[in-house]
């Protein structure tokens, strides 16, 4: 391949990353919201609003198989090497961190639908504590790998530790909730349930931030210890 060919080859294929990167932006942010959604659902009992936020799950899922599509064809006909290899590869495995995060924000809003109308056992406070650090890391970690920002990534791993010390928290609360109260057991176990899966959805945009300093340093990084 002479110097020509291999300029046009890098045009077209820095076109269609920037394709990949807007599409993985809008997914990125669709998951912000339906954090914000599910919880928000959660906290006013809304259940419109949650079912909502579980038809809107399926735009979710065609987006990523819309990128899962796309990045097969780069890889197929680009024929990417070396670090624009790492690039592609790091942004598949992306799609699927958030699409596991649009699932469990899916599952608080079908605990939403379990609790219904009846009377919350506690205010919540730390559990929308918990959703707002989980929609910042998600953003971050998108924006890191945008910017392949190594702090911006190493960030992400420090409101991490945030989410755990909260869901601790919360799990000590709800304990001790149930044990002066068998009654609050099913609703405390639900809540429960929700500090869970906002505690896996940052674990989700850690992956993320450990992925975008392998792409930029070539080593794998554990944010989690």
């Known amino acids: 391949m002479d110097r020509s060919e291999y300029t046009e080859k890098k045009v077209v294929f820095e076109e269609k990353m920037a394709w990949l990167q807007e599409k ?3 997914m990125g942010s669709l998951v912000e919201e339906a954090i914000a959604r599910s919880i928000e659902a959660l906290k006013s009992q809304d259940l419109d609003l949650a079912r909502d936020v579980i038809d809107g799950d399926d735009i979710i899922d065609d ?9 097969l064809e780069v890889i197929a006909t680009q024929q990417p090497m070396a670090r624009d290899l790492r ?16 699932d469990y924000a899916t599952g608080i809003a079908k ?4 609790i219904g109308h009846q009377p919350l056992i506690k205010p919540l406070v730390d559990i929308p504590r918990m959703a707002g650090l989980s929609q910042k890391m998600v953003k971050q970690a998108l924006d890191a790998y945008v910017r392949e920002d190594i702090q911006l990534a190493e960030d992400v ?39 869970r899966w906002l505690e896996r959805i940052s674990d989700h945009a850690t992956n993320i931030a450990e992925e975008v300093i392998f792409l930029v340093t070539g080593e794998k990084r554990n944010l989690n210890e």
């Open 111 to 114: 605990t939403t639908l379990r």
């Open 87 to 102: 690039r592609v590869a790091t942004l598949f495995k992306m799609i699927n961190d958030l699409e596991r995060m649009a």
């Open 157 to 195: 791993g420090k409101d991490d530790d945030q989410v755990d010390k909260l869901f601790g928290q919360i799990f000590r609360e709800l304990l001790t909730i149930m044990m002066e109260n068998p009654r609050t057991i099913t609703q405390a176990t639900q809540l429960l349930f929700v500090g």
């Open 24 to 26: 993985l932006q809008q």
């Open 63 to 71: 987006l990523e198989h819309e990128i899962e599509e796309k990045v």
